[in-house]
């Protein structure tokens, strides 16, 4: 019995050292994760880490002083640009390696080798988007360029070096729950980061979506509901502006798109995000307090944790710069330095059209075009899983480019796509980084000197907006644009004829852009870049001009402005859609006599149209209008059959003056006629329903629009505990403040030209360190909550004192 007893216990004993060393399922060993000497109990704040520290390393020339702030942003000051990007990626590795490698696991697609065979579809869907073979091809080319590679290798290194001397116990957490490691850095990976930011800005088409409309009603009825320039807009080159040049022709065939598909095209492409934006401006010296421009710069993309954005400060003889970075690559992507600054905003425009292909057999081997059968290039792509197991697809590439669904006997994950369609993306298109562009805007003094860094940017296409100490403002749609007829790739194009293809592009410097306008200042927030005068197409849809609207509307208001009154821009919260529709919707809720209705109609009546924290108004209004527009839409324009809805701005017209169209009655019913009424009503009933079943019933409490649109900042790699929710914040779709449930304002910038030194102001919903257990990896979340912004240490040397700098690393080369 005795050796029974031993034996049983022995068993248990051999059983909890194995499950403590090795990996259970998706769990990495135990043992480890939980040791208290390297396991993740090791990943809190350490006070040794926010001393001075000195260090020796191979790979700097000179010494290079790393001093940090309060918020610990590092200010690098070297005495060379190789040490300086070198240092530049060490330090960025220090806080935020984890997400860097993260990055470009999710653009190579590769996620399945950390979580295994849940991601194998996502990994197979960007695979087949072709990011990791182009920036294998941009990575390969940079090397005959001396600056670019120059920066990269010392980039490269710099993070190698911090790569290098990490153990098992200074591991960020992600590694050791998910039980894996980094691997060295390269070129190659910095270029995957800047294609996952070509997918974030530029990844989606509506093509599939409107052929499928076309199919259903015909040109007539998409030439109505579809129009190519809004009802209400205010584009970014104020409308007047002269288009000095002689634009290139364009040849509009007779065919102008893809034949009659036999069935509804359903496949998983995204639509363009519209809540991926940005709003920036810049004021000219008339309508400043110091007479000199002020520029401010918000973009909006979803909220991480860590931040998407890495500030910091890079100085040398040849640079000297503020603002902030992609984890992942060298240079300053939006910020100032003592002359200019400048910032960025997503164009939007048509770069990605699919072509349906007529492959000669079911093996693709050949494709029609020009009406020969030409060759298709194929690629084996192989998919390491976490457990081992290897899967292989085939990657089909036409002449347009790679075929994004085909039919797969592996997985499912094509099977509502009835034929190949191949894709042509701008993204492929490219054989530089755009690493230049600001390499030499962060040296920038002046405007010429703006003008020539924009030469040296591709895609996806932005708008760079820019102020100098000169007393100089502008702002550029720019980037490699693709010459096309009016509406080409607003459906599904035909891959066999060539005068489907591109034409070209638009010459660089035929790109829309205004210095110095007359009305005193510039800005974007995402709309059309001209009027209809601009001789080019660059799409049909474009962000909503709502936030456009109330941008200019202040800025045209303003005298005398400061930083403050910028910054009171960045947090507006007024809701022009519902400016501009609630007039036609309040007086026929007026016509009803339901009683349960009366309280939420009387808190509309008297809202202000301030999508403020604690607004009811603004809560019943959003979740409204989401309604109406599927009241409207739904019933003809199926989101199940893969249709795309009008606008809101042309749905919004039609209910304005279009009151006894068609299209409010729902087919569905057979035995009634819906008119607008019936659809006004019913849609705003079904609103408090629904309301009142998530929320409870109406109360300030409850239904305060912070507290339902409930604004969060996930983590990265959706790991519970590691994310920010609950942020008490206003804002919206189409407001300035750009808030919604997860995306918003990722970095918010207000700079101040001076003659002699500029002043920062800044914040992101975030903090500078990846690591969950610092106190500086949310530290900031509340302030941006609150709209407000740090003001920004900008040093003119490494041996200026501030009562904001707190530690110094110095690092040296290794002898």
């Given at each position: 019995?005795?050796?029974?007893?031993?034996?049983?216990?022995y068993?248990?004993m051999?059983g909890?050292i194995?499950?403590?060393?090795?990996?259970?399922?998706?769990?990495?060993p135990?043992?480890?994760?939980?040791?208290?000497?390297?396991?993740?109990?090791?990943?809190?704040t350490?006070?040794?880490t926010?001393?001075?520290q000195?260090?020796?390393?191979?790979?700097?020339k000179?010494?290079v002083k790393v001093?940090y702030?309060?918020n610990?942003?590092?200010h690098?000051f070297?005495n060379?640009?190789?040490d300086?990007y070198?240092a530049q990626?060490?330090v960025?590795?220090?806080?935020?390696?984890?997400?860097?490698?993260f990055?470009?696991?999710?653009?190579?697609?590769?996620?399945?080798e950390?979580?295994?065979?849940?991601?194998?579809?996502?990994?197979?869907?960007?695979?087949?988007?072709?990011m990791?073979?182009?920036?294998?091809?941009?990575?390969?080319?940079?090397?005959?360029?001396?600056?670019?590679?120059?920066?990269?290798?010392?980039?490269?290194?710099g993070?190698?070096s911090?790569?290098?001397?990490?153990?098992?116990?200074?591991?960020?957490?992600?590694?050791?729950?998910?039980?894996?490691?980094?691997?060295a850095?390269?070129?190659?990976?910095?270029?995957?980061?800047?294609?996952?930011?070509?997918?974030?800005?530029?990844?989606?088409?509506d093509?599939?979506?409107?052929?499928?409309?076309?199919?259903?009603?015909?040109?007539d009825t998409?030439?109505?509901?579809?129009?190519?320039?809004?009802?209400?807009?205010?584009?970014?080159?104020?409308?007047?502006t002269?288009?000095?040049?002689k634009?290139?022709?364009v040849?509009?065939?007779s065919?102008?798109m893809?034949g009659?598909?036999?069935?509804?095209?359903i496949v998983k492409?995204?639509?363009p995000?519209?809540?991926?934006?940005?709003?920036?401006?810049?004021?000219?010296g008339?309508k400043?307090a110091t007479?000199?421009?002020?520029?401010?710069?918000?973009?909006?993309?979803?909220?991480?944790?860590p931040?998407?954005w890495?500030?910091?400060?890079?100085?040398?003889?040849?640079?000297n710069?503020?603002?902030?970075?992609?984890p992942g690559?060298p240079?300053?992507v939006?910020?100032?330095?003592?002359?200019?600054?400048?910032?960025?905003?997503n164009?939007?425009?048509?770069?990605?059209?699919?072509y349906?292909?007529r492959?000669?057999?079911?093996e693709?081997?050949?494709?029609?075009?020009?009406?020969?059968?030409?060759?298709?290039?194929?690629?084996?792509e192989?998919?390491?899983?976490?457990s081992?197991?290897?899967?292989?697809?085939?990657?089909?590439?036409t002449?347009?480019?790679?075929?994004?669904?085909?039919?797969s006997?592996?997985?499912?994950f094509?099977?509502n796509?009835?034929?190949?369609?191949a894709?042509?993306?701008?993204?492929?298109e490219?054989?530089?980084?755009?690493?230049?562009?600001?390499y030499y805007?962060n040296?920038?003094?002046?405007?010429?000197?703006?003008?020539?860094?924009?030469t040296f940017?591709?895609?996806?296409?932005?708008?760079?907006?820019?102020?100098?100490?000169q007393?100089?403002?502008?702002i550029t749609p720019?980037?490699?644009?693709p010459?096309?007829?009016k509406e080409?790739?607003?459906?599904?194009?035909d891959?066999?004829?060539?005068?489907h293809?591109w034409?070209?592009?638009?010459?660089?410097?035929?790109?829309?852009?205004?210095k110095?306008?007359?009305?005193?200042?510039?800005?974007?927030?995402?709309?059309?870049?001209?009027?209809?005068?601009y001789?080019y197409?660059?799409g049909w849809?474009f962000?909503?001009?709502?936030?456009?609207?109330?941008?200019n509307?202040?800025l045209?208001a303003?005298?005398?402005?400061?930083?403050?009154?910028?910054?009171?821009?960045?947090?507006d919260n007024?809701n022009?859609a519902?400016?501009?529709i609630?007039p036609t919707?309040?007086?026929?809720?007026?016509?009803?006599?339901?009683?349960s209705?009366?309280p939420?109609r009387?808190?509309?009546?008297?809202?202000?149209?301030m999508?403020?924290?604690d607004?009811v108004?603004?809560?019943?209004?959003?979740?409204w209008v989401?309604?109406?527009?599927?009241?409207?839409?739904?019933d003809?324009?199926?989101?199940?059959?893969?249709m795309?809805h009008?606008t809101e701005?042309?749905?919004f017209?039609?209910?304005?003056?279009?009151s006894?169209?068609k299209w409010?009655d729902?087919?569905?019913?057979?035995?009634?006629v819906?008119?607008?009424?019936?659809?006004?009503?019913?849609?705003?009933?079904?609103t408090?329903?629904?309301?009142?079943?998530?929320?409870?019933?109406?109360?300030?409490?409850?239904?305060?629009?912070?507290?339902?649109?409930n604004?969060?900042?996930?983590?990265?790699?959706?790991i519970?505990g590691?994310?920010r929710s609950?942020?008490?914040?206003?804002g919206g779709?189409g407001i300035?403040?750009?808030?919604?449930?997860?995306?918003?304002?990722?970095w918010?910038m207000?700079?101040?030209l001076d003659?002699?030194?500029?002043?920062?102001?800044?914040?992101?919903?975030?903090?500078?360190?990846?690591?969950?257990?610092s106190?500086y990896?949310?530290?900031?979340?509340?302030k941006?909550?609150a709209?407000?912004l740090?003001?920004?240490?900008?040093?003119?040397?490494k041996?200026?004192?501030?009562?904001?700098?707190?530690?110094?690393?110095?690092i040296?080369?290794?002898?």
């Amino acid at each position: 019995m005795r050796f029974i007893k031993h034996f049983w216990s022995y068993l248990v004993m051999v059983g909890l050292i194995y499950l403590l060393h090795n990996p259970i399922g998706m769990l990495p060993p135990l043992g480890r994760l939980f040791s208290p000497f390297e396991g993740f109990l090791q990943n809190s704040t350490n006070k040794s880490t926010l001393l001075d520290q000195n260090l020796d390393l191979e790979g700097v020339k000179e010494e290079v002083k790393v001093i940090y702030d309060v918020n610990q942003v590092p200010h690098i000051f070297a005495n060379n640009e190789d040490d300086l990007y070198f240092a530049q990626g060490y330090v960025m590795a220090k806080d935020r390696i984890w997400q860097m490698e993260f990055y470009t696991m999710v653009a190579a697609g590769r996620l399945t080798e950390i979580v295994g065979e849940r991601a194998l579809e996502y990994d197979r869907y960007n695979r087949r988007l072709g990011m990791a073979r182009a920036a294998a091809k941009i990575a390969e080319n940079l090397k005959s360029d001396p600056i670019s590679s120059k920066i990269l290798d010392a980039y490269t290194n710099g993070v190698n070096s911090y790569i290098a001397q990490i153990d098992y116990k200074n591991l960020p957490v992600e590694y050791k729950i998910l039980g894996y490691k980094p691997t060295a850095w390269s070129p190659y990976k910095t270029i995957l980061m800047l294609m996952n930011m070509r997918n974030t800005l530029n990844g989606g088409s509506d093509d599939f979506r409107m052929s499928n409309v076309v199919d259903e009603y015909g040109l007539d009825t998409v030439k109505d509901l579809f129009p190519n320039y809004p009802a209400e807009e205010s584009p970014i080159i104020p409308v007047g502006t002269p288009w000095n040049f002689k634009p290139l022709p364009v040849t509009t065939p007779s065919k102008v798109m893809a034949g009659k598909n036999d069935d509804k095209v359903i496949v998983k492409i995204p639509s363009p995000a519209p809540e991926i934006g940005s709003n920036n401006w810049a004021v000219g010296g008339a309508k400043s307090a110091t007479g000199l421009p002020i520029l401010s710069n918000d973009p909006h993309l979803g909220l991480t944790l860590p931040s998407i954005w890495y500030q910091m400060q890079l100085s040398c003889p040849t640079v000297n710069v503020y603002g902030v970075a992609l984890p992942g690559c060298p240079g300053i992507v939006i910020g100032y330095n003592k002359d200019i600054a400048w910032g960025v905003t997503n164009v939007g425009s048509d770069v990605m059209d699919f072509y349906k292909i007529r492959f000669n057999n079911p093996e693709k081997t050949h494709y029609m075009y020009n009406n020969k059968w030409t060759p298709t290039t194929k690629y084996t792509e192989e998919f390491r899983l976490k457990s081992g197991k290897i899967v292989k697809d085939t990657l089909i590439y036409t002449h347009h480019g790679p075929v994004v669904y085909n039919e797969s006997k592996e997985s499912n994950f094509n099977k509502n796509a009835p034929a190949g369609h191949a894709m042509r993306w701008i993204a492929l298109e490219t054989s530089g980084s755009d690493l230049m562009i600001f390499y030499y805007l962060n040296r920038a003094k002046n405007y010429d000197d703006y003008r020539k860094a924009l030469t040296f940017y591709t895609a996806p296409a932005q708008n760079f907006i820019f102020a100098s100490n000169q007393n100089d403002i502008a702002i550029t749609p720019n980037g490699k644009l693709p010459l096309k007829w009016k509406e080409q790739g607003k459906f599904i194009l035909d891959g066999s004829m060539p005068e489907h293809d591109w034409q070209g592009w638009i010459p660089a410097e035929q790109n829309p852009t205004v210095k110095n306008p007359p009305r005193g200042f510039v800005s974007s927030a995402n709309q059309f870049s001209a009027d209809p005068t601009y001789p080019y197409y660059l799409g049909w849809k474009f962000a909503a001009p709502n936030r456009a609207v109330r941008i200019n509307e202040r800025l045209t208001a303003m005298k005398n402005a400061n930083a403050d009154s910028l910054r009171s821009i960045l947090n507006d919260n007024y809701n022009v859609a519902a400016r501009r529709i609630l007039p036609t919707l309040l007086p026929i809720l007026e016509t009803s006599k339901d009683a349960s209705i009366a309280p939420a109609r009387e808190i509309m009546k008297k809202w202000d149209l301030m999508n403020n924290p604690d607004a009811v108004g603004a809560t019943i209004y959003e979740r409204w209008v989401k309604e109406l527009e599927n009241w409207i839409w739904e019933d003809e324009f199926p989101s199940k059959q893969f249709m795309l809805h009008p606008t809101e701005d042309r749905t919004f017209e039609m209910i304005k003056k279009q009151s006894t169209a068609k299209w409010f009655d729902n087919k569905n019913t057979k035995d009634k006629v819906e008119t607008i009424n019936d659809i006004v009503l019913g849609s705003f009933k079904a609103t408090l329903d629904s309301l009142t079943l998530h929320n409870g019933p109406l109360t300030p409490e409850t239904w305060a629009w912070a507290k339902v649109k409930n604004t969060s900042i996930s983590h990265l790699g959706k790991i519970p505990g590691f994310a920010r929710s609950g942020i008490m914040n206003g804002g919206g779709r189409g407001i300035v403040n750009a808030t919604t449930e997860s995306t918003g304002p990722s970095w918010r910038m207000v700079i101040e030209l001076d003659k002699d030194w500029p002043r920062g102001y800044g914040l992101y919903p975030g903090g500078q360190s990846g690591n969950v257990g610092s106190k500086y990896y949310d530290n900031m979340v509340d302030k941006w909550a609150a709209g407000k912004l740090d003001t920004l240490v900008f040093m003119k040397n490494k041996d200026e004192k501030s009562a904001k700098l707190t530690r110094t690393m110095t690092i040296k080369p290794k002898k």
